[in-house]
């Protein structure tokens, strides 16, 4: 025997409904004291004693570097007992909002991405997830390391509600942490003069259901 919503009564359907316990996703988090100047000063040491490369797009099996979506020069900070503590700092921050507001399955960390943006540099708009990778990323992380006034544009836009034309405008100062959830539109503009400095990270866990 089928069940027809419209056959039960009101007190019925009222019993059914989920409205008091729903909550609408956050998609932007800002968390303001992350880092102190001196751990800033530590992050830019880190990142910059690395090797540089070109930031790359597409799938993870097939990386290509294409300048007309992203011109980024990157390092990454891989764990060590230089860099142990950072990732520390990430994980019981990020495992904090996860409780607190998204609460998804997360079980891993990736290492971590240093990123400049000097003249003309940019990254346009993309998502941190998607079908062309192999692994689920669900929350993404920008840690800001330059002040605004080093530099000019390199704003962080991020659509929140998917029309780019009320996205959210950005201007990162050094230890704050943003993190929002991975498939969310978001972009740097082009930098025009100076030079922005950031960390990006993401945590992966199983596949949504």
């Known amino acids: 025997m089928s069940h027809i919503l419209h056959n039960f009564g009101p007190r019925a359907l009222a019993a059914m409904t989920i409205q008091e316990i729903y909550q609408p996703l956050e998609e932007l988090i800002v968390w303001s004291d992350g880092f102190t100047e001196e751990e800033v000063r530590d992050i830019i040491s880190l990142g910059e004693m690395a090797e540089f490369q070109k930031g790359v797009v597409g ?3 097939a990386p290509t570097t294409d300048l007309d979506v992203r011109d980024t020069d990157i390092s990454w900070i ?3 007992e230089q860099s142990e503590w950072l990732y520390r700092r990430l994980q019981h921050i ?3 909002i996860n409780h607190d507001k998204y609460q998804f399955d997360l079980d891993t960390l990736d290492v971590l991405q240093y990123a400049k943006y000097k ?3 940019f990254y346009n708009w993309h998502t941190d997830s998607g079908p062309s990778l192999s692994f ?3 929350l993404s992380i920008v840690v800001g390391l330059s002040d605004p006034s080093e530099y000019e544009g390199g704003e962080f836009i991020i659509n929140i509600g998917g029309n780019p034309e009320t996205a959210q405008t950005i201007k ?3 230890g704050i942490i943003l993190v929002f959830p991975s498939w969310v539109p978001h972009k740097v503009n082009p930098v025009t003069s ?4 950031s960390l990006v990270t993401w945590v992966r866990g199983p596949k949504f259901k």
């Not at 100076?194 to 400095?197: H, V």
């Open 59 to 61: 799938s993870d099996s």
């Open 78 to 80: 891989n764990p060590s």
């Open 94 to 96: 990020v495992s904090k």
């Open 119 to 121: 003249d003309d540099q």
């Open 136 to 138: 689920h990323r669900k």
């Open 172 to 174: 990162l100062k050094p």
């Open 194 to 197: 100076g030079e922005r400095i």
